[in-house]
């Protein structure tokens, strides 16, 4: 599935990180967890439950 990793870099106001990372920390996960999290739940809702056949038969096609 999932086999290499890309780094992805945003910008947020320095008071809502604190307040994210806090967050993190009382439900024991990285932030950089609950980002994933976050963007596999966005994912889903939006293409729906299937979306790992689409997008990683997608990333197949693209190495051929």
Known sequence: ???RT?????LIDPKKKATFEK?????????S???RKLIRDYIEEKLGPDWR?????KEKDSHR
Not at 6 to 10: D, H, I, K, N, Y
Not at 53 to 57: A, P
Request: with cysteine; charged share 25%; proline share 4%.
């Open 53 to 57: 056949d689409e997008v990683f038969s």
């Open 23 to 31: 967050l993190c920390s009382a439900d024991d996960v990285t932030p």
């Open 33 to 35: 967890q609950m980002v």
């Open 6 to 10: 890309a780094r992805l870099t945003l």
């Open 1 to 3: 599935m999932e086999q």
